[in-house]
C-alpha cells in the first residue's frame, strides 16, 4: 500500500486561500501571445537535479507550439539570476517567465516588475510567501519529509534507530524535520538520532555519514535528505560488501541513485518530478499569459523509488 | 614551535574531553574514519604550506581536483586504459600549476585573482565535460588505488605520510626550505641572496597542482565517482587549516607539522560535533573563531616582537 505517493503527477490543489485565481496580468491577443518567448529562470544552469525539468519545459513548449528558452545563472548566484530577471523583463518580447527563485523574499520585487508591465510569472521550487506570482508548482518540503517519514516507517517496521543528514540548506532541514516529527507520532519506540549536517560535497558527505556511523552503530535506516547521495552509491556499496546492515535511503534520482536502488544498495530513493514540474509549470504560464484561470498553488506528491518501480524511472 | 606544542597539547586535551563525553570517539572505528578522511587533506596541506611560507597562496586547488578527476574518469569510461588516464589527469595538474605559476610569479597577477580564475575555468570544464553528470563507475584495478585496504587502514594514509615527510624534510633540511622562508620573509631580498625566485614560484605552483590532480585521481579510485562537488570548498579548509598549524598569510613562517597539526584538530571538531550530537549549525562557527584566535595570536605575537627590538 505504501507504494503510495508514487508516481506523481497526481497532485494536490491546494489552494491556500482556495482553489484558482485568476491571473493578475490582462490578456492579450493570442497571436501576440504566441510570437512571445516563454522563458525558464532556473536556480543553476548546471545542476544535474534541474536538467530533466530543463527537459519538460523545452517539451511543453514543443507540444504548446510556443517558442521556450531556457536562461539563468551557472552556478547558485543570486544576484545573477535577479540580473537575468531584469533583462528579461526589460525585453520586450517577453511573453511569459517561469521562475525558480534562488531566494524566496529577494525575487518578490522582480516578480511585481514582470507582473505590472504584463508578464506572467509562474514560479516552481519555493513558493514565495507574497504570493504576487500568477501560480506556485513544485513540492511542499513539509509535505516532502512526511512522506519519507512514512516510507521509513514501513521500511523499519516502526522498530530500531533512525538517522538522517544532508547540507545545511533550510530546503533539506525543513524535510528532516519533518521525516522526524512523522516518525516521533506514528512510531513512538524508534529511536530517533539527532541529524547531521554536511558541506555540499563528497568528501564531507562520507566524513560526516562515517562519522555518524560510529557514533549509532545500530542505525537501522538513514535518510540521506540531499541530491548529493546518489554520489554516495558506489562508496556505500563498498561498505555493504564490508557487512554494513544498515539501510540507505538516498534522495532525488540523478542515474547513479537509481541504478543504486536497483542494486539493491539504496534501499530507495525519494524523489522529485522535476521533468512534469515544468513541463506543467509552463502549461501554467500558457495559460495565465491567455488570461486563463490558473491554481494558485499546486503541489506534486513525492515520488518513492524502490525495486519495485525503478526501472520505469531509470528508462 | 611554541605553536606546535600547543596544538599537541590541544589535540590531547580535546581528544580526552571528548574520549569522556563520547565511548566512541576513541575507539578504532572513529580514528579510521579521522585518518581516512584526513589523508588526501594532509598531502593537500603539505603543498598549501610550502605556498604560503612562501607568501603565496592557490585557490585553485578544487577545480584542479575536479578537473582532474572528471578527465581520468571520463576516459576510462570511454575505454583507456587507466594508467593512461592517469597520465592525462596528473597533465591537468602540471597545466594549472604552469599557469598559476607563470601568471602569479612572471606576470604578477594578484595570486587571488589568478588562481581563483584557474579554479572557475577548471569548475567550468568541468561542468561542460560532464554536463554536471558524474562519472561513475570505474575499473576495479583503478579503483584499488583508494580503496586498497592493509588490516583495516585505508591505502591513504600510506600516501600521505612519506609525501607529508619529505615535504617536511625539504622545508627544514634542504637548501629549498631555505630558498622558501626567505622568499616568504622578502621576495626582494631573497632575489638580491641568488634565490631564484621565479623558477621557485613557479615550482611550487606546479607542486600543488600535481598535488591536487593526484587528490583527484585517488578519491575518483576511492569514492567509484566524479565530479565537481568532490571536495568543493577544501581549498578553505586547507588554507585556515595552516593558518591555525602556525603558517603566516604574509609568508615567511610556518611548519608542515604545525599545519597537519591544525587540520587535525580542525577534523577532531568537526568530528566531535557528530558524535556528540551537538547543533550542526554552530560548526563554522566554531571553526571561525579558532581561526581568528589563531590569526589573532599571531598578529599579536609579531607585535610584541616588534615591540622588544624597538
Known amino acids: 500500500m505504501r507504494k503510495l505517493f508514487m508516481v506523481c503527477l497526481v497532485v494536490l490543489l491546494v489552494a491556500v486561500g482556495c482553489g484558482s485565481k485568476e491571473a493578475t496580468v490582462a490578456p492579450q491577443p493570442t497571436t501576440t501571445e504566441s510570437k512571445g518567448v516563454y522563458y525558464l529562470l532556473t536556480v543553476n544552469l548546471h545542476d544535474p537535479f534541474h536538467i530533466p525539468g530543463i527537459k519538460g519545459f523545452t517539451q511543453a513548449g514543443v507540444d504548446l507550439g510556443i517558442k521556450t528558452e531556457v536562461v539563468g545563472p551557472t552556478e547558485y548566484s543570486l544576484s545573477e539570476q535577479l540580473k537575468t530577471f531584469e533583462t528579461l523583463i526589460a525585453n520586450p518580447t517577453t511573453a511569459g517567465i517561469h521562475y525558480q527563485p534562488i531566494d524566496l523574499v529577494a525575487g518578490e520585487p522582480m516578480i511585481e516588475a514582470a507582473q505590472a508591465k504584463g508578464i506572467p510569472v509562474t514560479i516552481s521550487l519555493s513558493n514565495t510567501p507574497g504570493k504576487a506570482r500568477s501560480a506556485f508548482i513544485g513540492y511542499d518540503n513539509v509535505m516532502f519529509g512526511g512522506a519519507a517519514g512514512e516510507w521509513i516507517a514501513e521500511l523499519t517496521d516502526c522498530k530500531g534507530t533512525v538517522g538522517a543528514l544532508g547540507n545545511s540548506g533550510p530546503t533539506v532541514i525543513i524535510r528532516i524535520e519533518a521525516m522526524f516529527a512523522y516518525l516521533a507520532e506514528r512510531c513512538p519506540d524508534i529511536k530517533i538520532v539527532p541529524f547531521v549536517t554536511t558541506d555540499a560535497n563528497l568528501a564531507s558527505g562520507v566524513a560526516t555519514l562515517e562519522a555518524y556511523l560510529v557514533a549509532n552503530p545500530d542505525m537501522t535506516l538513514f535518510w540521506y535528505a540531499d541530491g548529493l547521495s546518489g554520489q554516495l552509491a558506489p562508496y556505500w556499496k563498498d561498505r555493504q560488501d564490508l557487512g554494513s546492515k544498515t539501510m540507505f535511503l538516498a534522495t532525488d534520482m540523478p542515474p547513479a541513485a537509481l541504478q543504486a536502488v536497483k542494486d539493491g544498495v539504496f534501499v530507495g530513493t525519494v524523489g522529485q518530478d522535476t521533468y512534469s514540474v515544468e513541463y506543467f509549470g509552463l502549461q501554467l504560464l500558457y495559460q495565465a499569459s491567455q488570461g486563463m484561470r490558473v491554481p494558485d498553488t499546486t503541489l506534486m506528491a513525492p515520488i518513492l523509488v524502490d525495486k519495485s518501480n525503478v526501472d520505469q524511472f531509470i528508462e | ?310
Not at chain 2, 107 to 113: D, H, L
Request: charged share 10%; hydrophobic share 55%; proline share 2%.
Open chain 2, 1 to 310: 614551535m611554541k605553536r606546535i606544542l600547543v596544538l599537541i597539547f590541544l589535540i590531547i586535551g580535546t581528544s580526552l574531553v571528548l574520549s569522556i563525553l563520547s565511548p566512541y570517539f576513541l575507539t578504532k572505528d572513529n580514528i579510521l574514519v579521522l585518518v581516512d578522511n584526513m589523508a588526501m587533506e594532509i598531502i593537500a596541506v603539505s603543498g598549501m604550506s610550502f605556498l604560503l611560507i612562501a607568501g603565496l597562496f592557490d585557490l585553485s586547488v578544487d577545480g584542479v581536483v575536479a578537473l582532474t578527476g572528471i578527465t581520468a574518469g571520463m576516459l576510462m569510461i570511454q575505454g583507456t586504459p587507466w594508467p593512461l588516464a592517469v597520465l592525462a589527469g596528473m597533465l591537468v595538474g602540471l597545466v594549472a600549476g604552469i599557469i598559476n605559476g607563470v601568471t602569479v610569479i612572471h606576470f604578477r597577477i594578484n595570486a587571488f585573482i589568478a588562481t581563483m580564475t584557474i579554479w572557475w575555468i577548471c569548475a567550468g570544464i568541468s561542468l561542460g565535460l560532464t554536463k554536471a553528470l558524474s562519472p561513475y563507475g570505474f575499473p576495479e584495478a583503478f579503483q584499488v588505488l583508494g580503496q586498497y585496504r592493509i588490516g583495516g587502514l585505508k591505502i591513504l594514509i600510506l600516501y600521505a605520510i612519506p609525501v607529508a615527510a619529505y615535504m617536511s624534510f625539504k622545508l627544514h633540511r634542504g637548501v629549498i626550505g631555505n630558498h622558501i622562508y626567505a622568499m616568504g620573509g622578502n621576495r626582494e631580498a631573497a632575489y638580491l641572496a641568488g634565490v631564484n625566485v621565479t623558477r621557485l614560484g613557479i615550482g611550487l605552483y606546479i607542486l600543488m597542482g600535481l598535488f591536487a590532480s593526484f587528490i583527484g585521481l585517488i578519491m575518483a579510485a576511492r569514492f567509484n565517482v566524479s565530479g565537481i562537488t568532490v571536495v568543493d570548498g577544501m581549498t578553505l579548509k586547507l588554507v585556515a587549516a595552516a593558518v591555525i598549524g602556525g603558517c603566516s598569510l604574509e609568508g615567511g613562517g610556518g611548519t608542515i607539522v604545525g599545519s597537519i597539526l591544525g587540520l587535525v584538530f580542525m577534523s577532531i571538531l568537526v568530528n566531535a560535533i557528530v558524535l556528540l550530537g551537538l547543533s550542526p549549525f554552530w560548526q563554522k562557527a566554531i571553526i571561525g573563531g579558532i581561526l581568528l584566535a589563531a590569526v589573532l595570536s599571531e598578529k599579536i605575537k609579531i607585535k610584541l616582537r616588534r615591540n622588544e627590538n624597538a
